[in-house]
């Protein structure tokens, strides 16, 4: 199979990099267009990034060799596009809310559909915000967009907040399996990844906690609902529950977001066994499918009591697994767990990358 | 004032170490009695704790010089007694639950009172969980508890567990002003001084979290049931409210236990505003009576939406406040906040401490 | 090719860990014997090492089976050799250095090779301390080994100390292309996992340095004279150049020991860039034999001035590359230079792989 | 006695914010004037530091009412002089080098004498690099500085490097006892806070090291020599020994360089145990003169085999002592040893306040 060329926006930056190396050996597509800033455009992505590669795998020698563009210049993606190069662009943009969604429109409307990172777009309610195992079918809402829109062959969906996928997808098999949460409260515990580079200075976070991240609560307590939301009339009307009480911390590990939830059911309340082998069997369309960036296991279960940890098990499955611990009754609400994932790969890049495999079998790629 | 001549048992053990720290310049209190393991007695204190000392600041000089005792030989603290060296003791005792039980009845019952900060007797019905500024006339239940144990001058006190000092106070402050809470969730993100020495391997703490620490959620849990209890028929009746869920941490902070909590009031609800007023005149007994390890302020607010920090806030007012901050509506319950307070200090050896100073000005030492 | 059945005693330990994970997909090699001590015997390795597995990657599902046999019972080994299931052991026991000697010898003289990790018999003058790349001749010994002692098929090897493993290769790659080291002052970061588990408390370690490891500044001075030695008279007779002055601390780092080297060259002194190429074209024996755990590149020099890096840079080519940066002039002798190694895979479990490979390879096994 | 009244340049930055702090209760001096960029001149000191205070102490009240000014506009210093609420400054500016030297040079010329913390101005001839106990009298050079200047009552005088204040003072007494070091190998581990806020990026040093500080070696070597040396036709002339080979490393600890010396004497070679009975009886003027900040005793040697250690030993003495431990013969030179010193305090407010002290005694100020 000829693999489908494709681009990278905000290239040069953490997310972008990550991008960059977990794209390295994937089946179907091909990293053959990056874009950043000005300052890095004209530059081998080897020069732009030297120095402020944050990963410990080195980058493929061959991205080394792309030279970056200018990412505000959309023609320069066109004229990839023409010489197929770029078939669509993966954006990792790290601009301002407002810039990020007109630039993310620009490349929609020049036919180059745009799987997005940034949050900008997370709240334009004719755009899905997917996470494939939960509601692969809001891809359903692309048509509508681009009529609206008079788009022709681009689009944009979008990925969640990094702070909520740990127990998505749990609540997610719980639902399907006939047992929708009323309400939840969660503490997370954010690792300083999340943060970007340079982001968190190393005098806040050693031997200490930060117990507040600009904008996460809001995200956190918001984006569920949309998730499991319907779409009607064009566009995504979020659901009304569950009612999320969100507090966010930022604690000193490197990465991977670790999640303490007590949460209530509607009328129908499972056993702890129960939701135990509800969440062993959960499979999604990526797993159904094997889509390549997919996890076997979407969730998986840690009987020890002290898991999951995030040193210890954030890699587990390429990273793209959610590692659940530690269920228990809750003496206030119905039950209480501790989750874990790892937020550069499936709350970043990971599932950014997982999003265009779901867009490619369902043909919009 | 002659000083009051003051024993501690367990002083070699990192609680023990604190108790000689503070106690070093203390105004009523003197320490010239050590006694712990019998590995370590018939040594001076200095040598006994050579290479253990974990504190920043030395032990004073004049401790280094006490022969350490065996604690399990109580014989040892009469005698002290008797040539008016040990008026009374601190219990540091890190042995087995039921050792330590009794060995601290053993020690009432020889004349000798126990203020301790063991878990061991916190369930025993005629013995005290005490707080200061939440319940200091739970001493009445002193001279019960020596009627029908037929102990003459000693008696014992404990103190609850280091996990729940940042909550309980503001907690207490909200309902003696009208507003008792129904329930709460808390989540803990817990220091490694709380495990003591050796404690944790840091090869599980270093960029890692711990989601669970033995014992800890229940202790978190049923104590506070303790504390606003009433007494009744000779002994301790546990409050039925609030109901609380916990969820304990282990992180990587070398001192200082955080708190994320969110709560619901019964019928009375307070505003934001109203709870910040509340909190900031709060004054208990130990500050009313100005005792020397008192806080002049008990609960600190920080307006910062960043703050409490373990790192920056635990030391406030001699580690002895609790520090809060974040207060504002959850959308489950009423309201939320994150508080802090020093497990080694007010959550141990200072909160010790201060109970001996309360139990002083009621005339029981 | 069938593979070569290999034990591994001290199985549960850190190192033997390691060793379970590396070999998890060996090509010569295959786990089918794991020894420990009589606690863990009888158990299942799965049950044995639950909730001790330290490593990242989960040990493989067909280990977790095997029986747990007792490390002091020769016989157990005896009995699995003559079923095919132990042709050679991995030494990973952690017991003291008199019981670790006598019970290597007591493997050999069974007739079973023993490629021991352990400290135990680095200073037996006819037990090579083996380093692929610098000396692998050393082997020669091992006839003389077993005639003296009148073993049979059995002997012993060991590898060196994890603390020098970053710049022996270096300095004997710059001897063998003529430019021989006189004398050298190295300062050591050594990481957290070198201790063990549990190892460092996280009270000493974060925040925090210790400036002192027992026994390991004699080790990193006195290893390199052997492993530079040459066999005289059936013995290894330890070279005499270069003196070694080190000192040797613990840093908060998971994996990876970082050391700062000055040094002095004998009469002739090559120029920096001639450095650089002699270590860039550097290959030894396991590179020309192409062995499955020999990097390709053991010196990997990085030209940014801020590297290496341990969390970086620790895991470059299966964690079995040396890697070097900041060469520069030296104002008291000719040269300095920051190197890393990976401790526990070429500084133990790899280190040992990688012996076994040669040992393979000379027909030893 | 009247305090002297101070003002502090680069007052909202981390070095200017400990000055605020360490001059709290200050006996001779006075903080009345503060002064910054332009972002924070107008506003109150509480205000511009908000969210930005640092340190684990709040300021102190009176402190915080204190109007920022804008530090380039030197006219406001000298109508704060006029006023009797500036006799000198303490400069932590922290501006480029150029602009750093010639506003320091603005201020000395508008008779304000400038004590700084800077680096700028540390290779001018005329400016002596004071360390109380070692070179109090290069402050003999004040009048040249002043006379060849023109300046009237201002002058300039700055403090060296962090990364040399731990083993400084222990070579000038051995100096001092007749053994001057020839040459020395020194590795650094040096602490976060060097670098400032934001400083180091947490992603770049937890679980990490960094083995390179700009500019810090270069200091490390060349500033010793000035701080040794003679005054001779109104210049400083450098000492021409020790020759000093410095490898500089930035370790995930907060506060506290610490510092592996291995050090070879002239002629004379003094025993180990006559070392530390130089260093225990080592008294410097500030000593002798009992300055308020100076510590009773400048060297501290631990016996422990494993001190010092930073976080346990940084704060020793009001954070101004240098602790050192491990002293022993080394293979290569004569002895080894390892130092600490608070970098933020020793080595920086607190030598800054110690120079100003010196100057108090000498008539200067």
Same mark, same amino acid.
């Given at each position: ?13 953490m997310?972008g990099?990550n ?8 089946p ?7 874009a ?11 020069e732009?990034?030297?120095g ?5 795998n ?35 943009l ?14 929609a ?5 745009v ?6 777009h ?40 990094c ?11 719980l ?26 200075p ?6 200490n ?7 996460? %609560?809001? @995200?956190?307590?918001? #984006?569920?609902? !949309? ?6 009339? +064009?566009?995504? =009307? ?20 670790t ?7 509607? %009328?129908? @309340?499972?056993?702890i #066994?129960a939701? !135990? ?6 499979? +999604?369309?990526? =797993? ?36 659940i ?8 609400f119905?039950i209480?767990?501790?989750a874990l ?7 970043a ?5 997982l ?11």
């Open positions: 199979m000829t693999k489908i060329p494709v681009g990278i926006l905000g290239a040069t930056g997310v990099q991008y960059i190396a977990l794209l390295k050996n994937h179907w597509f091909d990293v053959r267009f990056v950043a800033s000005p300052r890095s455009a004209g530059k081998k992505y080897a732009a990034v030297a402020r590669w944050q990963l410990v080195p980058f493929p020698p061959h991205a080394g060799e792309i030279i970056v563009e200018d990412a505000n210049d959309v023609s320069r993606a066109i004229a990839a596009q023409r010489k197929g190069e770029c078939a669509f662009v993966f954006s990792a790290e601009m301002g809310k407002d810039e990020t969604r007109a630039l993310e429109e620009a490349y409307a020049a036919g180059i559909p799987i997005s990172n940034a949050s900008a997370r709240w334009t309610a004719d755009v899905p915000v997917l996470i494939g195992e939960i509601n692969p079918d809001h891809t359903d809402i692309i048509p509508e967009q681009q009529k609206v829109r008079r788009w022709n062959k681009g689009f944009i969906v979008v990925k969640p907040n702070s909520i996928q740990s127990y998505m997808i749990p609540l997610h098999a639902a399907q399996a006939g047992y929708p949460v009323k309400q939840l409260i969660v503490t997370t515990m954010q690792a300083i990844s999340g943060a970007g580079y340079p982001g968190v190393s005098l806040d976070i050693i031997d906690i930060v117990p507040y991240i600009g904008g996460e %609560e809001e @995200k956190t307590e918001m #984006e569920p609902l !949309k998730i499991f939301g319907t779409i009607t009339d +064009g566009i995504i =009307q979020n659901a009304e529950l569950p009612v999320i009480s969100a507090c966010c911390n930022r604690v000193p590990v490197i990465d991977g977001h999640a303490c939830v007590s949460l209530e059911f509607g %009328e129908k @309340k499972p056993a #066994e939701i !135990k082998k509800i969440w062993a069997k959960f499979k +999604g369309l990526p =797993q159904e499918q094997k889509f390549p960036m997919a996890p076997k296991q979407p969730i998986i279960y840690r009987e020890e009591e002290n898991r999951p940890q995030p040193r210890k098990d954030r890699d587990l499955d390429k990273a793209m697994s959610v590692v611990g530690r269920l228990r009754p809750c003496n206030v119905d209480r767990f501790t994932s790892h937020n550069t790969v499936r709350g890049a990971g599932g950014g990358i999003n265009a495999e779901l867009l490619k079998h369902k043909g919009y790629l």
